[in-house]
């Protein structure tokens, strides 16, 4: 009876045939935590206190963002040995065009602010600089397609699948902060999107397994959730090692329980919230960035806790409804790459181009 009451309150779609429910249900955790880590840390910033949202943004630290990368790397496997062009229009071009797009609407809400205290060109030297140093919450849309790019690079020259996982676990380990974005980023997060390419037909088998023993999985997880709050609790989960090592287990952890969910087909808003986390990823900075100005300077809810969810709250939620509202309106280019900004197929049988002399 209460999942056909959740299914009449939230009618979402149904997957398309062939995709895994259970990485719709991993990508919404995923994203969720993010806007939860956004919202909760800026309005404590603002708030000047903290609330118990605090501790739930400590906990998932240490598997956020791993996470988050490991899923991305899970089907990489299907496209990589495609040609160049069509790669880099799924993998570089897809991604650069939401950064460009997304940073410039970004700025330009930003920008206001920024002009009473900055000249014009330090502001356009401002924005220039985001394509170097990737601006705000939009660094994860940044390094994506150089992660595509790498892998890419390292499977065309055949360098070893565990020389560069070995490599990737390295950079991790080292005490990485250059300043730069990129690379300490780099540094930090490839080893789980590597992870996620190499080992996905393990992740799938193991979701499969956990599916068809949940009651071993609860288990499991219930001691993963006690050791990666000690390690949190006592300051350790940052150390060498012991990050590389808790944020592998805990993107696990969260592969089981999406497999879990999927198997009880329970929350579906997390399902449909993962299928759309990346319009969610771009959009949610500015419903973020409202809900929180208007709840310091009226206080409506003065506890940062629970002002902490509600901001999280309509992060997801906003998103969501600009979505529906673009579709409607007709202005999709704001989450569906158009036709124009695409690369052209080659042709199938074209003639090879005539040698110049030099």
Not at 57 to 70: G, H, S, T
Not at 114 to 138: D, K, N, R
Not at 242 to 256: D, E, F, K, P, Y
Request: charged fraction near 15%; glycine fraction near 6%.
């Amino acid at each position: 009876m209460m999942r056909k009451i959740l299914r009449f309150l939230f009618p979402f779609p149904t997957p398309a045939a062939g995709r895994l429910e259970w990485v719709d249900y991993a990508k919404g955790i995923c994203i969720i935590f993010v806007v939860m880590m956004h919202s909760t840390l800026g309005l404590e910033a603002a708030m000047g206190q903290q609330g118990f949202m605090h501790h739930v943004v400590e906990f998932a630290k240490p598997f956020r963002m791993p996470d988050f990368f490991l899923i991305s790397g899970l089907f990489l496997a299907r496209v990589i040995d495609r040609d160049w062009r069509s790669y880099l229009d799924s993998k570089v071009v897809h991604f650069a065009y939401f950064y460009v797009l997304w940073v410039t609407i970004q700025f330009a809400v930003k920008a206001y602010g920024m002009s009473a205290t900055a000249t014009p060109a330090e502001i356009a030297g401002q924005y220039l600089l985001a394509f170097v140093q990737p601006f705000g919450t939009l660094w994860f849309i940044y390094l994506l397609p150089i992660f595509f790019v790498v892998t890419k690079l390292a499977r065309s020259y055949k360098v070893s699948p565990l020389l560069v996982f070995l490599s990737a676990a390295t950079l991790e380990i080292l005490p990485i902060e250059t300043g730069s974005v990129v690379i300490d980023e780099f540094a930090s997060r490839f080893v789980y999107f590597y992870v996620g390419y190499v080992a996905a037909t393990q992740i799938f088998t193991y979701a499969e397994h956990v599916q068809a023993r949940p009651v071993l999985a609860l288990a499991g997880l219930v001691v993963w959730g006690f050791v990666n709050y000690a390690f949190v609790a006592m300051g350790w989960s940052e150390l060498p090692f012991i990050s590389l090592a808790l944020g592998l287990i805990g993107a696990t952890a969260i592969v089981t329980v999406s497999a879990l969910l999927a198997r009880i087909k329970f929350v579906n808003p997390i399902q449909y919230i993962g299928q759309n986390s990346l319009v969610i990823y771009l959009a949610f900075f500015l419903p973020m960035a409202a809900s929180r100005a208007i709840i310091i300077k009226q206080g409506i809810i003065t506890d940062p806790g629970w002002a902490s969810v509600q901001v999280t709250l309509q992060g997801i939620v906003y998103p969501l409804i600009f979505l529906w509202l673009a579709r409607k309106i007709r202005v999709t280019f704001l989450f569906e790459r158009p036709k124009m900004f695409r690369l052209k197929k080659a042709p199938v049988n074209a003639p090879a181009a005539e040698a110049k002399p030099a």
